[in-house]
């Protein structure tokens, strides 16, 4: 069977990823004690507490920086401030000033730069996903009112909690326009936004006990995913690799956890005051140990895409392999293990001092529809990660 013409990758080593959500911890905020702490994904057992001190104060959200860092929201400094990812070492203010006033939600976008949801000034800005300059207003106008969390669509847009007004709106990150209303009913304080798996639009209503589902192509409402009368200012929501659906369930001090497929209430993720857990505003799944490359983000044919590889030996040199051929073809490493035998050029990394290394790919319009596999080989012990299928 002959194969398909090979669509040409632009591959360059970059400094900065959207945020990785791997499955072996996850990292709560406990607002009311300053703390970011640590529980066991799977069981929910407490690991202690992550990060504290160094000015940490009113921790809001939080997300895992390509350099595999802790970024943390600082509501009463005006502030992000990064831990280190493995530690929880204090390492700097990474972002502050221009405006940033009452930050709420943090989280790298698709451009690899670090957003922040300035609450108090109504507006989300965005800086440097490596120094932390600031690059300008990435959304405000349109009546924003209060603005708590924000994601990034499908299309590259960028939408908006209102939670003043409750309304999801929708603006330009690269130039900050107003873009217009994407949800204006079935709201009730929209605290935090997410595309799911499906590609329909969850939000948490902080002042009722629902979870509402809108449609992602249109934003017209779909129906209520969750209804809990467990639900005591529902803020935070994410997704485990399983698909479940994860929310901080603030006015309880817990973290709940919802059938991805129905909504139905599996059970709790974080027990209430587990650790001395106290106002959790946000969660996030920490970098998983293992070799293994995460899939691309955010999976758009016609833009820059980011792949983020972990757990490789601290400067160890590696090769990165993409094929999209109907026939895949497999060879057998020095170590006996069938690894993919690449059809596109074999492009050679090395690992950062913590086993880490970020791509920064250009993927062309010519592969929508197509099915890609790609795997990572490190060459000194021929160790391979799993083989990672994508569809753009």
């Not at 730069?113 to 108090?120: D, E, K, M, Q, T």
């Amino acid at each position: 069977m002959p194969r398909h013409a090979l669509v040409p990758f632009t591959l360059t080593l970059a400094v900065f990823a959207p945020r990785i959500a791997a499955q072996d911890t996850l990292y709560v905020t406990s607002r009311n004690t300053d703390e970011v702490l640590r529980y066991d994904a799977t069981s929910g057992a407490f690991l202690g507490v992550f990060a504290s001190g160094s000015g940490l104060d009113n921790p809001v959200g939080l997300t895992f920086g390509p350099d595999g860092h802790l970024y943390v929201a600082n509501d009463m400094t005006d502030q992000v401030l990064r831990y280190d990812g493995t530690s929880g070492a204090f390492i700097d203010v990474f972002a502050q000033g221009s405006g940033l006033n009452g930050p709420r939600q943090v989280n790298f976008g698709p451009d690899g730069h670090l957003y922040v949801s300035s609450g108090a000034t109504d507006q989300v800005l965005r800086y440097d996903g490596a120094s932390g300059a600031f690059l300008g207003v990435a959304a405000a106008g349109g009546n924003l009112r209060g603005p708590t969390s924000f994601t990034f669509g499908p299309n590259g847009q960028l939408f908006v909690g209102s939670v003043l007004n409750n309304r999801i709106k929708r603006y330009d990150p690269e130039s900050g326009a107003f873009l217009g209303d994407f949800v204006t009913t079935n709201l009730n304080g929209p605290h935090d936004l997410a595309f799911g798996p499906d590609g329909k639009l969850y939000v948490t209503n902080a002042f009722s006990t629902s979870l509402q589902r809108f449609s992602g192509a249109t934003g017209a409402f779909l129906d209520t995913f969750v209804q809990d009368a467990r639900f005591v200012n529902p803020l935070g929501l994410c997704w485990n690799e399983h698909g479940d659906l994860l929310v901080a369930n603030q006015g309880r001090n817990e973290v709940l956890r919802y059938d991805g497929r129905n909504g139905t209430l599996l059970g709790t993720s974080v027990a209430p005051g587990a650790g001395g857990l106290s106002g959790p505003l946000f969660a996030a799944f920490g970098p998983r140990a293992g070799f293994r490359l995460l899939p691309p983000v955010p999976g758009i044919a016609g833009r820059r895409n980011f792949f983020a590889l972990s757990g490789a030996t601290p400067g160890a040199a590696l090769r990165l392999g993409i094929d999209d051929g109907p026939e895949l073809r497999l060879e057998r490493a020095c170590s006996g293990q069938f690894v993919l035998a690449a059809a596109l050029r074999q492009h050679t990394y090395v690992a950062d001092e913590s086993g880490r290394a970020f791509l920064r790919t250009l993927v062309p319009p010519s592969a929508l529809g197509r099915l890609f596999v790609a795997q990572a080989l490190e060459l000194r012990i021929c160790r391979a990660t799993p083989l990672l299928l994508m569809r753009f």
